[in-house]
């Protein structure tokens, strides 16, 4: 059964802890996108990685960090840093060539 | 530069009717423009995409047109119906393999 998952579905956290957001792959594509989602507003690009070892900032990147180590796996540290982490965390992947991005089912965050 | 608007942000319509949603984008270097239909508490889904040399693509019901010209493309869901109800999102790419500019999403209610 292919496709993207990510775990957990629903995470708590505590204000000045860092959480690291799983995603894995078993499609076999080359590029992986985190983005956050904010209830009623559409989703901005945090981090993407077009191939393993290398990756690149989007729009949002500041208090958030990735690796890329393998193919599959891409995944997300939310930091200390990052001003407003709750939110919805989406990951992505698309074939090496492709334009279609497909998206797994989501984290919700929660820090208190 | 690089934004995506779309409008309206609500549409409420009766089943069989024809929900329309526009988006409008700046960036010329943009040539792949997806839709995506997301449930709540889900991820987005790939829904239907077109590239600017054509100026209507369909699948299903749903139905894209584009208008290079203006710089605007659309969404409109032919018969309508109650399972339709979801948020879709528009968004734009300038190059495989690169990330996706989205608009701010469009909550259709769609009543039996």
Known sequence: ?112 | QQQVKQSPQSLIVQKGGIPIINCAYENTAFDYFPWYQQFPGKGPALLIAIRPDVSEKKEGRFTISFNKSAKQFSLHIMDSQPGDSATYFCAASGAAGNKLTFGGGTRVLVKP
Request: with cysteine.
């Open chain 1, 1 to 112: 059964d292919g496709g993207i998952t990510q775990s957990p579905k629903y995470l708590f956290r505590k204000e000045g802890q860092n959480v690291t957001l799983s995603c894995e792959q078993n499609l076999n594509h080359d590029a992986m996108y985190w983005y956050r989602q904010d209830p009623g507003q559409g989703l901005r690009l945090i981090y993407y990685s077009q191939i393993v070892n290398d990756f690149q900032k989007g729009d949002i990147a500041e208090g958030y960090s990735v690796s890329r180590e393998k193919k599959e796996s891409f995944p997300l540290t939310v930091t200390s840093a990052q001003k407003n982490p709750t939110a919805f965390y989406l990951c992505a992947s698309s074939d090496r060539g492709a334009y279609e991005q497909y998206f797994g089912p989501g984290t919700r965050l929660t820090v208190t």
